[in-house]
């Protein structure tokens, strides 16, 4: 399978890099900046350089793509964006036009919540993943749009994954499993157009 993983230097991302490249996939890795990619990936890897606000470049990385994974973040601003919305629906359109269907997207559980129930600060970042899931929802693909608790810096541990919840399955989720989940559940139709709740037990 090829897959491209945007968001692929991130925390999670990382992961989902790996995860694919342990289960013998093509990977290619959509970055900014090719020096986040630590050096024993970047030759297991197809380094593609680009922005995903730049629908061009988002197309280019998506061609000849099986499937597609999601991992945008903020590094840690909290700032008021728009950007991982707006990537999101380049990507989208790009698959619609190439005809990629699965698509795992990394979002939050704080998308569970009512929205006064959300933590003051992350509103501004919640308000961008409410964007990015009407955008996946509302999109013809095999999307499957995973609603992660907080994101540690774990080791791989069980993991608990519910199919449209109502709430969160646990209080935190392993960056590795969570990677890995993205990349898994590429191939399981079981998932597709799905929110999925996933939690370390």
Known sequence: MKIVIFGST????????????KKGYQVRAFVRDEARMPAELK????????????PDSVADAIDGMDGVVVALGTRNSL????DMSEGTKNIIESMRAK????????????????????????????EDHKRMYEAVKDSPLNWIA???PH???????????????????????????????LVESLSEPKYFKSVIGIANK
């Open 99 to 126: 005809n990629v269907k699965p698509l795992s997207v990394c979002l939050s559980a704080f998308l569970f919540y009512e929205p006064e129930k959300v933590p003051p600060r992350f509103v501004d970042l919640n």
């Open 79 to 82: 700032e008021p964006t728009s």
């Open 43 to 54: 030759d297991k890897v197809e380094l593609f350089v680009g922005n995903v606000l730049e």
């Open 151 to 181: 994101i540690a810096d774990e080791p791989s541990r069980e993991v608990t994954v519910t199919i449209n919840p109502t709430s969160s399955p646990g209080r935190s989720i392993s960056k590795r499993d969570l990677g890995t989940f």
């Open 10 to 21: 991130g925390m999670t991302g990382l992961c989902a890099v790996e995860a694919a490249i």
């Open 146 to 148: 995973v609603f992660p």
